[in-house]
């Protein structure tokens, strides 16, 4: 079921007409459905059954602590990349006791933090990062729990700038050195080998690659018990894909269950899995204004509020987004429009081609805006960043209150 749907002709998330939190908050605006996150973080930890297993949502997807204080709730687990991820995690209720940290270039203030909110493990991504983090723990008298994060060289078969698990990315240890690695880890005395971890990739269509990698792993943690190493968890990484136009990736129940199943027998051997996009994508929407319908040479435009700052996806990787009219009922007449922002530049568009009826003043919503959209939203040409709206039936609450930027304008706020 869909938490953002049409009724008498206005689109509604979840109890609340779309338009109204428009008029209210004011465009652009990012609205995010809470049902609709408990049901895909279900789907995913339901779907895994009796294997011992924890769901550690990707943060960067989208680190709203609205979002992240639902995930907490249910008892989800965090992959984290930064410090300021970790902070976010446990300002919004989480548990350090769930989370693992990912990411190529981790810091050692960044490590010391972690190692100091006990954290349940470090995804390490090459020996450099292991000495660091075996001197920090060294520093502060503690193991730090580490799992490797090994490149498995599977094809995602998805964009290049979102594929990880290949030779040529710059995530992970080769498999050919992943033994020697786990020695040096194992001979470290400041070290605690725990796990193993991959991921291969970002909005993934096709299941193979997934049991692909987890294949491959396995048979490198058969050959590390040979050699006396035994770990007891294996992550998978996330990056199962969501439908944005006509893709059909595997539903998070069929790809969940597909992992388990690789792992019958082996129950001393914890799942984890990371999913962000699958998550938190078709959970929100950005509500943008138009402001002018420009008709040029050759082409129509719909000026919109919202922009690249806003919404990166579509400039960075021609990403395209379903874009939709808040109330149906119009009196314009269907043109086909360049959905643009007023950012200065030609790549600023968040949808192009479209078919739709318009005129100023409507309203718009981006369809599957929920990840990797605030998150990725700057200030580029000064704008204030949009507010972020978390509805949950008929309530409706402000996590995050649109900048501060305007006052500027006021004489109320010096600039910096
Ligand atoms: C290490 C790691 N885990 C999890 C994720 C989440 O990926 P996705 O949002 O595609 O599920 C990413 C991003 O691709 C990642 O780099
Ligand atoms: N930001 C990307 C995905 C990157 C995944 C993170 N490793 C997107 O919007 O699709």
């Not at 007023?342 to 369809?367: I, M, N, Q, S, Y």
Request: overall charge negative; proline content about 4%.
């Amino acid at each position: 079921m869909d938490h953002f749907v049409y009724r008498d002709g206005r689109l509604f998330a979840e109890d609340v007409a779309v338009s109204d939190l428009a008029r209210q908050h004011a465009t652009p605006l990012y609205v995010y459905s809470r049902a609709t996150l408990e049901r895909h973080w279900h789907a995913f930890n339901d779907a895994v059954g009796e294997h011992p297993h924890l769901i550690c949502y990707a943060v960067k997807a989208n680190s709203n602590l609205g979002v992240l204080s639902v995930l907490a709730k249910l008892g989800s687990g965090f992959d984290i990349v930064s410090a300021g991820e970790l902070a976010r995690v446990l300002e919004a209720g989480g548990d350090a006791a769930n989370v693992v940290f990912s990411g190529v270039g981790k810091k050692a203030d960044e490590i010391r933090y972690a190692l100091q909110q006990g954290i349940m493990c470090f995804n390490v991504e090459s020996e450099p990062e292991l000495h660091r983090i075996n001197a920090v723990a060294g520093e502060l008298g503690v193991k730090a729990p580490i799992s490797l994060r090994i490149n498995p060289d599977v094809d995602a078969r998805t964009h290049p700038y979102i594929s990880t698990g290949l030779k040529v990315n710059k995530f992970g240890i080769p498999r050919e050195r992943a033994i020697a690695t786990y020695e040096l880890a194992a001979s470290l005395p400041h070290i605690d080998v725990v796990g193993m971890d991959c991921h291969i990739g970002s909005q993934l269509t096709d299941i193979d690659p997934f049991v692909d990698a987890l294949e491959r792993l396995l048979v490198l943690i058969d050959e590390l018990a040979e050699k006396g190493i035994t770990i007891s968890h294996l992550d998978v990484g996330g990056g199962l894909g969501v439908t944005y136009n006509n893709e059909t990736p595997p539903h998070p129940r069929e790809y969940a269950a597909a992992m388990a199943e690789k792992m019958t027998g082996r129950d001393d051997l914890k799942l984890i899995l990371e999913p962000g996009r699958a998550i938190a994508a078709n959970a929100g929407i950005l509500v943008t204004e138009v402001e002018f319908i420009k008709e040029g040479e050759e082409k129509h435009f719909a000026i919109v509020d919202a922009a690249m700052n806003d919404m990166l996806r579509p400039a960075l990787y021609s990403a395209w987004q379903n874009i939709i009219r808040v109330e149906q009922h119009t009196a314009a007449t269907p043109k086909v429009y360049d959905i643009v922002g007023p950012v200065c530049e030609t790549g600023d568009f968040l949808g192009k081609d479209r078919h739709l009826a318009l005129a100023a003043g409507d309203l718009l919503a981006v369809r599957s805006a929920g990840a990797y959209g605030f998150v990725m939203a700057s200030n580029y040409n000064s704008r204030c960043r949009p507010a972020e709206i978390m509805v949950d039936g008929d309530q409706v609450t402000v996590v995050r209150e649109r900048e501060i930027l305007k006052d500027l304008w006021k004489g109320e706020h010096k600039l910096t």
